[in-house]
């Protein structure tokens, strides 16, 4: 079956900086897609405030009701959409470039993917859905109201503070989740939970410098095999990408923040050469090395 790529929609109740679709606040959403989705390039952040919804979620069943909190991470597949007839929502979309921007994303770690992956639903608290609405209502009205030539920023740093505040929140969440799991689970899956927390620890200590499962597997002692079924079964990802993701991670942060080289670049990360590099960089950012920097770079 066709999935398709969704952008974020247009017109009433939609709030972005200019025409750009890199951070995108819409309110009332009291409709569910048809289909199957995978958004290869934004994360969204969603808050129920009306009714009830369902819907598949690679794989896991994800329900939904009044001041529920999911996060939806990109590449991720949503399909089988229901939803009651009062049901609405908000939701945040944001590209991995605008994490950057706002400067949230060297405070998520594996340790967070992970943890946010397996338990992507938040009911939450009255004070905590208070406080998110407070920052939903302001963010979305510096948006509107942008007269000043530091509206853009304002609104980032205000962004930036509201993911910090959720991050702590699905934080919390997660560890409970997460001690009251193990309290449940046999040796085994335990076991499977300690070689995850593992590989996902030597995947951030690595830095984008090793990118092979092999390589991985036998730092742990385990086949390249048995590690991709024990991701697959858990977490429902290959290993290979989280491998990526933080390997883009790093080749995000040396052309965004550093005065390197593209060739000291992709020496440091072992890459065989700066055209493999290259083509890495093409193949998964959508454009050359160069091409990124002249975007990005801070220092410019």
Same mark, same amino acid.
Not at 126 to 151: E, G, H, M, P
Not at 219 to 231: A, E, R, V, W
């Given at each position: 079956?066709?999935?398709?790529?969704?952008?974020?929609?247009?017109?009433?109740? $939609?709030?972005?900086?200019?025409?750009?679709?890199?951070?995108?606040?819409?309110?009332?959403?009291?409709?569910?897609?048809?289909?199957?989705?995978?958004?290869?390039?934004?994360?969204?952040?969603?808050?129920?405030?009306?009714?009830?919804?369902?819907?598949?979620?690679?794989?896991?069943?994800?329900?939904?009701?009044?001041?529920?909190?999911?996060?939806?991470?990109?590449?991720? $597949?949503?399909?089988?959409?229901?939803?009651?007839?009062?049901?609405?929502?908000?939701?945040?979309?944001?590209?991995?470039?605008?994490?950057?921007?706002?400067?949230?994303?060297?405070?998520?770690?594996?340790?967070?993917?992970?943890?946010?992956?397996?338990?992507?639903?938040?009911?939450?608290?009255?004070?905590?859905?208070?406080?998110?609405?407070?920052?939903?209502?302001?963010?979305?009205?510096?948006?509107?109201?942008? $007269?000043? %030539?530091?509206?853009?920023?304002?609104?980032?740093?205000?962004?930036?503070?509201?993911?910090?505040?959720?991050?702590?929140?699905?934080?919390?969440?997660?560890?409970?989740?997460?001690?009251?799991?193990?309290?449940?689970?046999?040796?085994?899956?335990?076991?499977?939970?300690?070689?995850?927390?593992?590989?996902?620890?030597? %995947?951030?200590?690595?830095?984008?410098?090793?990118?092979?499962?092999?390589?991985?597997?036998?730092?742990?002692?385990?086949?390249?095999?048995?590690?991709?079924?024990?991701?697959?079964?858990?977490?429902?990802?290959?290993?290979?990408?989280?491998?990526?993701?933080?390997?883009?991670?790093?080749?995000?942060?040396?052309?965004?923040?550093?005065?390197?080289?593209?060739?000291?670049?992709?020496?440091?990360?072992?890459?065989?050469?700066?055209?493999?590099?290259?083509?890495?960089?093409?193949?998964?950012?959508?454009?050359?090395?160069?091409?990124?920097?002249?975007?990005?770079?801070?220092?410019?």
């Amino acid at each position: 079956m066709d999935i398709h790529d969704l952008t974020p929609r247009r017109g009433d109740d $939609t709030y972005r900086i200019g025409d750009s679709d890199e951070l995108v606040v819409m309110e009332n959403i009291g409709s569910v897609p048809s289909g199957n989705i995978c958004l290869q390039n934004h994360g969204i952040i969603f808050f129920c405030t009306e009714g009830r919804a369902q819907f598949e979620y690679d794989g896991a069943v994800i329900q939904l009701q009044k001041n529920d909190l999911f996060l939806y991470m990109a590449h991720s $597949t949503a399909r089988n959409f229901m939803a009651s007839s009062d049901f609405n929502c908000r939701q945040i979309w944001f590209s991995r470039g605008e994490l950057w921007n706002i400067e949230t994303y060297n405070m998520i770690s594996v340790a967070d993917m992970s943890l946010l992956k397996l338990h992507p639903v938040v009911h939450l608290s009255n004070d905590d859905a208070i406080l998110c609405d407070t920052y939903f209502q302001l963010l979305c009205s510096r948006i509107k109201s942008s $007269t000043s %030539v530091l509206t853009t920023y304002i609104v980032r740093s205000l962004l930036g503070t509201m993911m910090l505040e959720l991050l702590s929140i699905m934080r919390r969440n997660a560890e409970r989740k997460t001690e009251q799991d193990q309290q449940e689970k046999n040796d085994s899956s335990l076991h499977k939970k300690r070689i995850i927390d593992n590989f996902m620890k030597l %995947v951030e200590e690595s830095d984008g410098r090793i990118r092979r499962v092999d390589e991985f597997a036998s730092q742990l002692n385990i086949t390249p095999k048995y590690l991709s079924t024990i991701l697959k079964e858990v977490m429902n990802r290959r290993p290979s990408t989280y491998i990526q993701l933080y390997t883009l991670k790093a080749i995000e942060y040396r052309l965004r923040f550093t005065d390197m080289t593209m060739q000291e670049i992709s020496h440091d990360l072992n890459f065989p050469n700066p055209s493999f590099f290259g083509k890495y960089c093409k193949e998964h950012l959508g454009m050359t090395p160069l091409e990124y920097r002249m975007k990005y770079h801070k220092g410019k």
